[in-house]
DNA sequence: TAGTGGTCTAGACCACCCG
DNA sequence: GGGTGGTCTAGACCACTAT
């Protein structure tokens, strides 16, 4: 007959928080009552309460310092996240096929922008491949990239005519640090060739370098087809 | 003089179990230890263990399952976190000096586009703006932003003349949910005039609204001068 | 149904940092 | 110096899900 009566939740506190921060009940530079205080009004403990605090504030809502207690920030949510899905994923979520394609495999000498971008040693050999991705076969991305194989074991018998490079590497090769870059670059001849549009078009373009601890292991320049939109919602 | 002997946080966890998963001691694909044993391992206690895998979990490292246990992912569906910054702290933190200008303010009625992407009712009001954002008196940022002013007190009144919508906003207006896409688009006469760029010109584009519970609150759409790129590492 | 992670409790000590 | 959050412990019960 009577509600049931349970005990508060990490989520339900999060909840009455935001609800509160929302609601102008604790406005924004407001302080917020102390964890104590808080778990005793819930009749909850200071580690759930906490649990609830801290994931707040890795949302960006509030911040939390030791002695002054925590505060409601003005400029909430300062951080977008997008997730970085498998190429292959992106396009048949959509319920496209995917289908992929190599354009070009050799090993050179790494030019001098690229050593001096991933500090590499003169005339260090590196593996140059371009490839195409395509979804219903309509051109969706056009990836250009240089492997490092002293850094990456067997990916000189590597055959990349099958299996994508991103594919291969994930397989083979842990990263532990990665940089990404968003931009919008022109179409040059080579690119407006391969994604079917005009020279001179806007595309945007990510540039991927990754690291296994201080050693570069590769870099990927992805030009997207006309159209491409990268979306989050939060 | 013999090292002081101490407890394993839950971060030195992760980092041990991070190493591993880098080191192919737990391959991907591979199942860890269920939480016990490695609580048992560390001396620690599954409570803290827990907070080690929770985490790695959330950064995309290793996938959770009841009963089935902790398996390590062979593709780090690692998520991209960029900062949002206030745009004045995103040209103040280069040391570049910030200045905001107005281009126009006026109230009118909704453009159909605006309107069905928004979902508001026929020949509703609402205020439309353009301005511009300098580094050092180059062209950084043109801004052109749409205001529902039902959702948002005092709109009408405002005087964005000095105060730059965005700041304006986010000091007035709590929003619970915000979509934020990215593309590269054309830069037509006006964007090129501002941006003082040729016409045509690749653009870095942001369009981000904004919403409060179901309430549509603002469209903003942020056209960024030609070299401009969005950097994040992990 | 049994094994694994998910969460909560009650209590403790500590690290940081503001005043 | 003292107040606040940061973290750890030891134990318990629960929810999910593979088998």
Excluded at 14 to 27: A, E, F, T, Y
Excluded at 52 to 70: N, V
Aim: proline share 8%; hydrophobic share 40%; glycine share 2%.
């Amino acid at each position: 007959m009577k509600p049931t009566r349970t005990t508060l939740s990490y989520r339900d506190i999060k909840k009455v928080v935001l609800d509160r921060i929302h609601g102008s009940i604790w406005p924004p530079d407001s302080l917020l009552p102390t964890e104590t205080e808080l778990a005793e009004e819930f009749s909850s403990t200071r580690t759930t309460v906490n649990r609830a605090l801290r994931e707040l504030a890795e949302e960006g809502f509030i911040e939390r310092r030791r002695k002054s207690g925590t505060r409601v920030l003005n400029t909430p949510i300062r951080k977008a996240q997008f997730a970085i899905p498998l190429i292959r994923d992106e396009i048949t979520s959509t319920g496209a096929t995917y289908r992929y394609a190599l354009v070009e495999q050799q090993s050179t000498v790494a030019p001098d922008w690229l050593a001096a971008r991933l500090s590499l040693p003169p005339r260090q050999e590196v593996i140059h491949l371009r490839c195409m991705h395509f979804a219903d076969n309509t051109p969706f991305q056009y990836e250009v990239r240089w492997i490092v194989p002293d850094s990456v074991p067997d990916v000189n018998d590597a055959d990349f005519s099958e299996v994508g490079p991103n594919d291969w590497l994930v397989q083979k090769v842990p990263f532990t640090n990665l940089e990404l870059s968003l931009l919008a670059t022109k179409a040059d001849d080579t690119v407006a060739a391969f994604l079917d549009c005009p020279i001179g078009e806007p595309v945007f373009t990510a540039e991927r370098t990754t690291w296994l601890r201080q050693t570069p292991v590769t870099l990927a320049k992805l030009y997207f087809a006309p159209g491409y939109k990268l979306t989050t919602r939060l």
